[in-house]
């Protein structure tokens, strides 16, 4: 049986007001540090060169995955980003449901960039519309920490950090362990336990999911749902391409690809040709094999289908467990029809179907893009999104898109990362098959690749972590006394029966980037467990240990 971890969505404000007070201090002290370090490394204008031409020139290079070192930036992300954003919560209100692109991107750390969902732009009928913009990693306003590693503190180690983690980690809540924390900056490890012992990774596994699919397709990639038309029938189509956020609801804050904007541009090119009546299908052969996963019927997880829309919930959430529709494309394609009909389109009740080469493409709609897409399904532990994902990988590579094609595929691209996979094992894309096993060493080792300035693209799986007492899966927790790691740990949960796991990052006291993981195995209570996990970050977070 499976235990949700996802909760109920919690307002942002009470814990602004706890967290600014405990990070105040830590954060004038890096300003401090940093302000010479600034001055040095602000580009001069060149004479002749034009106010606006430099400003954007500054602004290109300034960002993470183009700059020297850029791992750094992602220390001050998490401190300073959030602290930021506390005069901004009191009107903008909690991070929104996308994740925190909104939040701390585009209020907390840049006011002159350019940041998250583009609207417009929607393109003739057979053209993909033009969707949000990706992100920057991190913006520009976190540039300038210093160019050489001899400004950068070494990560804590030896007995002290054992002194201050291990009998927390000892805990009888956890049962059987693999703990693992890394130096970010040199990849060194300075606290291991089990590091190496496969264990049930739980919903962590998602960050195995996240680095596959976008070493595979990169994080501009989009996914396509498609309209095609077959003169000689007029048969209409809908083709499904794996966007699980594929939304039919009239209000659309996460600018997802809309199943009702596809009607309308499929209906003004129909009249175009004069057609008024149609016979509508929908083409699900995008994924071969069966539908269920091997948890069975569970509100976790909708059947397994390239078409659906608003992920086959019954309700109007949009995360968490909740009912889902039986056959999620036939539900998708009944409510295109009825679109169609409120287009002035005639269309039968739908059937299954394939697009034949003969069928012409009448409109489209794309996903956000692939970064977006990883940080919503890392934020709020999407379980259909982790399955979409794993698929594409499979698709990009030439796979087969189930179970045992997508967990190969994330196997290979893990592969050409240069990774030990000794002892891993891949069932599915999310982490609900209790079949996976995964090392705490495994998971540092994606996290540091993710942060490797040479590695812009995986950036977002970073990003993407839930913010201690801010959003997702760890907006509920961080209270009390494990207050002071709020918003300074960002990590991925991960909850089974018997299984509580938590990887990600911490900013220590003295600013240093960790990268962590533990995974805990036999745990006969799932709070004890999570609060022992949760006691173990934060311990990280309060150290300057040597």
């Known amino acids: 049986m499976v235990v949700p971890e996802l909760r109920p969505w919690r307002a942002a404000r009470p814990h602004v007001a706890r967290f600014a007070g405990a990070v105040r201090p830590r954060l004038a002290r890096t300003a401090a540090a940093v302000r010479p370090r600034l001055a040095r490394l602000r580009p001069s204008r060149p004479a002749g060169a034009g106010t606006a031409a430099w400003s954007r020139i500054t602004r290109s290079v300034a960002w993470p995955g183009t700059w020297p070192g850029a791992w750094r930036f992602t220390v001050v992300a998490a401190t300073a980003g959030t602290v930021l954003a506390a005069g901004a919560v009191t009107t903008a209100g909690p991070w929104d449901s996308t994740g925190q692109r909104t939040a701390e991107q585009d209020r907390a750390v840049t006011l002159e960039a350019t940041r998250g969902t583009d609207h417009g732009g929607r393109g003739n009928a057979g053209t993909p519309p033009r969707g949000p913009r990706t992100a920057p990693s991190a913006p520009s306003v976190l540039t300038g920490l210093g160019g050489g590693a001899t400004t950068v503190k070494s990560a804590p180690g030896g007995k002290a950090l054992t002194g201050a983690l291990a009998p927390l980690l000892k805990s009888p809540a956890l049962g059987g362990l693999s703990a693992s924390v890394v130096d970010v900056s040199t990849g060194r490890s300075v606290y291991g336990d089990g590091t190496g012992d496969a264990l049930a990774p739980a919903s962590t596994t998602k960050i195995a999911t996240a680095v596959a699919v976008l070493t595979a397709l990169g994080p501009d990639h989009r996914l396509t749902t498609r309209a095609t038309f077959e003169p000689d029938t007029k048969e209409v189509i809908l083709v499904g391409g794996g966007d699980p956020t594929l939304t039919a609801r009239e209000k659309n804050p996460t600018g997802s690809a809309s199943l009702r904007d596809l009607a309308g541009r499929t209906a003004a090119a129909l009249a175009e040709r004069g057609v008024r009546e149609v016979t509508l299908s929908y083409d699900t052969t995008l994924y071969p094999g069966g539908q269920r996963h091997p948890i069975g019927v569970n509100p976790n997880l909708a059947a397994l289908t390239p078409l659906m829309a608003d992920e086959a919930r019954r309700d109007n959430s949009a995360a968490g467990p909740a009912d889902r529709v039986a056959d999620p494309a036939a539900d998708a394609a009944r409510k295109f029809g009825a679109l169609l009909r409120e287009n002035g389109i005639k269309a039968t009740p739908p059937g299954p179907s394939k697009s034949t080469t003969r069928a012409g493409t009448l409109a489209a709609v794309s996903s956000p893009p692939l970064a977006t897409l990883v940080e919503r399904m890392l934020t709020h532990s999407d379980n259909d999104l982790a399955e979409a994902l794993a698929r594409q990988t499979a698709i990009a590579t030439g796979g087969r898109a189930d179970f045992a094609g997508a967990s190969a595929a994330v196997r290979a691209q893990l592969q050409k990362l240069g990774v030990s996979l000794k002892g891993a094992v891949f069932k599915d894309g999310s982490g609900l098959d209790r079949g996976n096993r995964l090392t705490a060493g495994l998971l540092t080792a994606l996290l540091v690749k993710s942060g490797d300035p040479a590695r812009p693209e995986l950036r977002p799986v970073l990003t993407g972590l839930p913010v201690a007492g801010f959003t997702g899966t760890l907006a509920g927790r961080y209270a009390d006394g494990t207050a002071g790691a709020a918003g300074v740990v960002r990590a991925k949960t991960g909850t089974l029966t018997g ?42 977070a309060a150290c300057g240990c040597r």
């Open 499 to 540: 299984v509580n796991a938590l990887a990600g990052t911490v900013v220590d006291r003295e600013g240093r980037l960790l990268a962590f993981a533990f995974l805990a195995t036999g745990t006969t209570d799932p709070t004890a467990a999570q609060a022992a996990l949760d006691k173990a970050a934060t311990a990280l």
